[in-house]
């Protein structure tokens, strides 16, 4: 039987679960179902893959402390990456401790570096970099190195560290070609396409283009002003101003930007920020509070200037202002830029990961539904939402194998 559970980890650990589950598939001792579990789990069985990581997780029982921790960070894995963020991390804190204690620091780490993947998904950055911070990857196997330095390219992406970024993904391309698993390699590739699609448009003196990440970094690090409709602020290189809770000032801020050096008309200002095709004294008057409002908001920055026909924005020291946009914009961008990640998510999940509520998501979601655009399985609490699937676009598991005698 020893020698049935040490191959069928090591298929595990080569990327074959078919491999795996042939060896153990009518075996249920404990290590059998852990591993029946795992690669299950590698072949996108999720709820099969709980019960037998909770079935392998009884039948080690109390004695077997290590072994019940391996089981729960298995477990916990299979709920990120089916995107079940509400659970407690307490659960994983506590099998860390376990494992760390009884000196199995691979599978410790890769606790770690769940929890991290858990934050990072949350927009919780910091929390998330403090966490990969406080491990050192030079010990670990191929596959966990892969995961460990994804997670590091993840937080300096969005954190518009490009050159971080880059060399993370050469690292974990490094990694990969040392594990030769054709669906870790699928992973690597797929994020060097983040680094390679662009990331943001930019609108200026009536013209439009594409940036790239590093194009975005550097746009964000002149001395060019920035109407930021990604992030709903204007920003300069060493000041910025949110203005994320106040969206007609935003919209009259981004018309002013996309117009400069011109001003633009009281009437086009009135219909785009106001949302109406009737302008009368009283909208006039809204709007010339509006605009004082906005002034106040950029004074650090920008002034905005009455012109004969309506206003334009007059930069305080920068030589030239743009937008800066997402790449295609529509109605529940920020559901469907989760969902790009090609792994399904629950509307509990999304909600929390956007910080809304769960209404709100529910009603984005039955909106792009009808559109096409997203596609739901499951019923009730199981039900899950991802976009179509993309050609060549790949997501894998990250578990490490159960070794016996580790």
Partial sequence: MDSLITAAARALAAGDPLGALNLVALCDDAPAL?????????????????????????AFG???????????????????????????????????????????????????????????????FDEAELAIG??????????????????????????????????????????????????????VESARRVLDTPAARLVAHGEERFLLLDEVEALLASET??????RHSVRSADRSVSLS??????????????AWPDDVPREELIAQAFRTVYADESHRARLRVEIGRLRSALTPLADVRATK???????????????LARPFEEKHAAVLALLA??????????????????????????????EGKVQAYGRGRSRRWLTPPLPGFTTTLLLPAFLPGD
């Avoid at 109390?62 to 477990?75: G, Q, T």
């Avoid at 916990?76 to 990456?81: K, T």
């Avoid at 099998?95 to 858990?118: F, S, V």
């Avoid at 330095?149 to 040392?178: C, F, K, Y």
């Fill in 341 to 370: 990640d090609g792994e399904p998510w629950s509307s509990s999940a999304l909600a929390l990961a956007l910080d809304t509520s769960q209404r709100t998501v529910q009603r984005a979601l039955d909106s792009l539904a009808e």
């Fill in 62 to 124: 109390p004695k077997d402390a290590m072994a019940r921790a391996r089981c729960i960070v298995a477990e916990a894995e299979i709920a990120l990456v089916s995107r079940d963020l509400s659970g407690s991390a307490r659960a994983l804190d506590a099998a860390r401790a376990t494992l760390e204690a009884h000196g199995d620091r691979i599978n410790a780490a890769h606790a770690r570096h769940l929890e991290a993947r858990r934050l990072l998904l949350m927009g919780r």
């Fill in 225 to 230: 002003l920035v109407v930021d409709a990604c």
């Fill in 134 to 187: 406080e491990l050192d990857p030079a010990p670990f196997p191929p596959a966990l190195k892969i995961a460990y330095e994804l997670v590091v390219m993840g937080i300096a992406t969005r954190r518009l560290r490009t050159q971080a970024a880059r060399a993370a993904l050469a690292r974990a391309e490094h990694a990969a070609r040392s594990a030769d698993i054709p669906a870790l390699t699928a992973e």
């Fill in 34 to 58: 852990a591993l029946r579990g795992i690669s299950m789990a590698q072949l996108g069985d999720f709820a099969s893959a709980k019960r037998l990581l909770r079935r392998a997780a009884r």
């Fill in 245 to 258: 809770g106040r969206p007609v000032l935003f919209a009259l801020a981004r018309l002013l930007g996309e």
């Fill in 309 to 323: 026909r309506g206003y334009a924005l007059v930069p305080r020291h920068a030589p030239e202002v743009v937008v």
